[in-house]
């Protein structure tokens, strides 16, 4: 009886544990299949067999105050990105994307924002010092069929700047669907300093987003494991997929801006061939850095020239990341993945170009020497310092005329970016280290890997607004929609923050 009983039960057991080990070894499997085929490259394997798009300068007008009015119309569209597929997009003024504004510091601009959406939306001015009223932030929604007309002085050094909507919780999807643009400033050094700056000549806007496509439509998903956000499998440059651009000039100067929602890009060209950084997310920078890797994360942009040889064919490429991300979160970000972005062919003849100048600019961001206060900023998903966004809570008050210091720790596993709205700040370090050549010029959006801290200085120099807010975020723009992200306002010396109120277009 007992022995009976005794093989039942070690005959149930037995079976019990084989049930385990099926699971266990199904789950494990499955794990090793998700990660396996986590990884995304198209080297060596993209035909670029279309012409690079370079989005049009926008049309302005000059009114005879000297006001630059631009105009811009959000509207829903559609595109064939592949020849006999229609996508439906959204852009400005166009299917996908938007035209390229651009003035000169010193100059007052207006811009007629038209929303012919079939939502609320905004629209954002990404590295411009203007004030709070205009920066569009998710304080200033411009509803469906309403018209909002910010204007301000361009007070800051040439850059590349962009546009793009910020509506609170629903960035990513407007992003992502073609809402994007670039902003150019130039001022005077920019004339002089000897780099090419002729628009869609030899220098180029690099408009780089990655795209998913299903049954012709953009899709959204975000795929098993991806904290991160979206994350494609193609690569689109100006809303061109496999693109190609000839180029008669021996300096090319590409503009690149990660207008990607999630993924970040360290670009080199395929040939490892050196190229020099130029200028970042807010200017140029005192001098040309040398690499032959430049790291950018959503919303970043570094300006860079390339030396090209007669008929020569030499392709950008998106190379595996340098993020400091262990193996999972490496894999899961889209940091093996590795792409063909873009292929510049040489005409055989070039016109000649002189060598780069040795100095470009002198460095115009505070350099924390005179800060009045410093703050902590701990960021992890979807919190920064153990708090959500709440649109009528400030973070922050800080007083217009004074720099300050901001620690910004992340504290996380996983990588994510910081950016800060109206200001270039200075990254005076990263983890107790002086930064990299290619961080030290004027930045408004910075990567910070897991466990890194970076120190930076932002001076404020206004105007004063208490009632309405300043953004501070991840641009992983994901994150940024489920709360990553803060408030802060500028007052007056004295002056304490009034509740945030909102200005919508109407
Ligand atoms: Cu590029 Cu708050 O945004
Ligand atoms: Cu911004
Ligand atoms: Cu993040």
Request: hydrophobic share 40%; charged share 20%.
């Amino acid at each position: 009886m007992s022995s009976v009983l005794g093989s039942r039960v070690r005959r149930i057991f037995l079976g019990l544990a084989a049930c385990l080990l099926v699971g266990a070894l199904a789950i494990g499997g499955g794990f090793v299949w998700v990660y396996s085929s986590a990884d995304v490259s198209t080297v060596g394997t993209v035909d670029f067999d279309r012409e690079l798009a370079v989005p049009p300068l926008a049309q302005s007008r000059v009114e005879a105050d000297g006001t630059r009015v631009f105009e811009l119309d959000m509207r829903s569209g559609q595109r064939e990105f592949e020849p006999g597929t229609v996508t439906p997009t959204w852009g400005f003024n166009g299917d996908y994307l938007g035209p390229t504004l651009r003035a000169g510091r010193g100059e007052r601009v207006r811009v007629v924002v038209r929303n012919g959406l079939p939502e609320t939306s905004s629209v954002h001015w990404h590295g411009m010092h203007l004030p709070a009223a205009m920066d569009g932030g998710p304080h200033q929604p411009v509803e469906a069929g309403a018209t909002w007309t910010p204007q301000w002085v361009v007070d800051q050094p040439a850059a590349t700047l962009w546009y793009h909507p910020h509506p609170h919780g629903e960035t990513e999807s407007h992003v992502r669907r073609g809402l994007a643009g670039m902003f150019i400033l130039d001022d005077a050094d920019s004339a002089t300093v000897g780099l090419p700056r002729t628009y869609g000549v030899d220098d180029l806007p690099i408009i780089v987003q990655d795209a998913r496509f299903r049954n012709g439509q953009l899709y959204g998903a975000h795929a098993i494991f991806r904290d991160v956000g979206f994350l494609g499998d193609r690569i689109l440059v100006n809303g061109t997929l496999s693109p190609y651009r000839e180029v008669g000039d021996e300096l090319i100067r590409l503009r690149l801006l990660n207008a990607s929602t999630a993924r970040m890009y360290n670009f080199g060209f395929a040939d490892d061939r050196r190229f020099a950084v130029v200028g970042t997310d807010g200017g140029l920078l005192e001098r040309p850095v040398p690499v032959d890797r430049v790291q950018l994360s959503p919303g970043e942009r570094a300006e860079v020239v390339v030396r090209m040889s007669p008929g020569e064919r030499v392709t950008l490429r998106g190379y595996p990341l340098e993020a400091g991300l262990a193996s999972f979160d490496q894999r899961f970000s889209g940091g093996d993945d590795s792409f063909d972005i873009l292929q510049l062919r040489a005409a055989e003849t070039l016109r000649p170009a002189t060598e780069l100048p040795s100095e470009q600019v002198r460095a115009q961001t505070p350099d924390g020497s005179d800060s009045v206060r410093e703050r902590g900023f701990d960021i992890q998903f979807a919190r920064i310092n153990g708090q959500q966004m709440d649109m009528g809570r400030v973070d922050a008050t800080v007083t217009r005329g004074t720099t300050e210091t901001w620690v910004v720790r992340n504290i996380d596993g996983m990588p994510h970016n910081f950016h800060v709205h109206d200001v270039q700040f200075r990254v005076l370090s990263v983890d107790g280290s002086p930064p990299p050549a290619v961080l030290r010029g004027p930045k408004d959006t910075v990567y910070i890997a897991p466990g890194s801290t970076v120190r930076l200085a932002l001076r404020f120099d206004g105007p004063a607004d208490p009632g309405t807010p300043y953004m501070f975020h991840c641009h992983l723009i994901w994150h940024e929609d489920q709360g990553m992200m803060g408030q802060f306002v500028v007052v007056e010396p004295g002056g304490a923050a009034a509740a945030p109120s909102h200005h919508g277009g109407h």
